[in-house]
Antibody, heavy 121, light 107 residues
Framework: EVQLLESGGGLVQPGGSLRLSCAAS????????MSWVRQAPGKGLEWVSA????????YYTDSVKGRFTISRDNSKNTLFLQMNSLRAEDTAVYYC??????????????WGQGTLVTVSS | EIVMTQSPATLSVSPGERATLSCRAS??????FAWYQQKPGQAPRLLIY???TRATGIPGRFSGNGSGTEFTLTISSLQSEDFAVYFC?????????FGGGTKVEIK
């Protein structure tokens, strides 16, 4: 059974930083591209960032480019999202999501339970 | 960026009735298109990918259709567990984008 467990969310002041982690199990983590998707309170889904199996290729939505960095440690089956210069509009539940296929640019067949990031003074 | 527009925003349906949800893409996404279901407090669940292929474990009452810019999700006979919010997603172009959602509520 695929399991994705996010951690690292919390309350942070505007301009601050957080590092989210996603521990994966139940599948060959190094064989699948991964993404982060967020959902602001009461709103829809927004894809944030994606990373290839090796970590060599990454994509970001425009609003987080230059502020967020996605990475992965295949030896530890863990996905990360380093979030800097946080803004109020980054407040959301952040989901770790597994790509349906091994290559990037897919839909997502498994999701974590999400971790809430609140940016507020 | 490809904009995904879902309609209606809310759909009121009685249990056992048929529900049809729509999603329109601002440009062609071919068949690189998915539907998700989300219940309150839960993560989204993949229902349909490739516009018409049911994901693992999804009941046969869910069906997807369409290609290019126009897509539909049909739930043939609504069960109590189907009342939820449904999102569409395109994965033909970066950035990946989702629709705003359709809430299916009990009539």
């Amino acid at each position: 059974e695929v399991q994705l467990l996010e951690s690292g969310g919390g309350l942070v002041q505007p301009g601050g930083s957080l590092r989210l982690s996603c521990a994966a199990s139940g599948f060959i983590f190094s064989s699948y591209a991964m993404s982060w998707v967020r959902q602001a309170p009461g709103k829809g889904l927004e894809w944030v960032s994606a990373i290839s199996t090796s970590g060599a290729s990454t994509y970001y939505t425009d609003s987080v480019k230059g502020r967020f960095t996605i990475s992965r440690d295949n030896s530890k089956n863990t996905l990360f999202l380093q979030m800097n210069s946080l803004r109020a509009e980054d407040t959301a539940v952040y989901y770790c999501a597994k790509d349906l296929r091994q290559w990037m640019g897919n839909c997502f067949d498994d999701w974590g339970q999400g971790t809430l990031v609140t940016v507020s003074s | 960026e490809i904009v995904m527009t879902q309609s209606p925003a809310t759909l009121s349906v009685s249990p056992g009735e048929r529900a049809t949800l729509s999603c329109r893409a601002s440009q062609s996404v071919n068949s690189n298109f998915a539907w998700y279901q989300q219940k309150p407090g839960q993560a989204p669940r993949l229902l349909i990918y490739g516009a018409s292929t049911r994901a693992t474990g999804i009941p046969g009452r869910f069906s997807g259709n369409g290609s290019g810019t126009e897509f539909t999700l049909t739930i043939s006979s609504l069960q109590s567990e189907d009342f939820a919010v449904y999102f569409c997603q395109q994965y033909n172009n970066w950035p990946l984008t989702f629709g705003g959602g359709t809430k299916v509520e009990i009539k």
